[in-house]
């Protein structure tokens, strides 16, 4: 994993990585990711909940980067979260897709979220960090929802949880869309 982070991290800022748009549901996309994430959240005795409103339909977007998004989310929340909540929650109105991610683990203060998306940046810092990972996860998010055509944004409370908003269009501006 930390390896697939760090090519898609060099992808990224050499202006390489490739996204491919195809026609597709996006209900399936939800139903796997919380069927990968689901012994996760076991393993930190967590309740999942995915919720996809009425009218998703289909969108012409990429099913790769999309799934990667909401796997590198919603894997974070269940990570920082312990014996809680974590909430995926997908609606659509118009072209635009809404997906929220709502936890009930540890929390950030400002500082912190100031940080979040930065390159190797994560929340417990300590020489004792509980939390494994390389710190690449959102930075590749937030890399990936703008090459959809999105956006993220997250608010946060320490000892609360975290929520984090994605925003995408339903279908991949033209210029995002690059050949191999």
Avoid: W
Avoid at 66 to 84: D, E, M, P, S, W
Avoid at 115 to 134: K, N, V
Avoid at 140 to 168: D, K, M, N, P
Wanted: glycine content about 8%; proline content about 4%.
């Amino acid at each position: 994993e930390i390896i697939s982070s760090i090519l898609d991290i060099s992808k990224i800022e050499a202006d390489r990585l490739v996204v491919r748009a195809t026609t597709f549901a996006v209900e399936p996309v939800l139903d796997e990711v919380r069927d990968t994430l689901t012994p996760l959240a076991a393993r930190q005795k967590n309740t999942l909940l995915v919720h996809a409103a009425a009218g998703l339909g289909e969108i012409a977007s990429d099913p790769t980067r999309l799934r990667q998004i909401l796997l590198n989310v919603v894997g974070n929340a269940l990570k920082f979260t312990h014996a809680g909540l974590v909430e995926l929650l997908a609606a659509r109105e118009g072209d635009v897709l809404t997906f929220v991610v709502r936890d009930t683990g540890i929390g950030m203060d400002a500082a912190e979220l100031e940080l979040i998306f930065e390159a190797f940046h994560q929340a417990d810092l300590s020489s004792t960090r509980s939390y494994e990972g390389s710190g690449l996860g959102l930075t590749i998010t937030r890399h990936l929802c703008r090459l959809l055509g999105g956006t993220i944004g997250v608010t946060s409370e320490r000892g609360v949880g975290t929520t984090f908003t994605i925003t995408l269009p339903a279908t991949l501006p033209p210029a995002q869309e690059r050949p191999d």
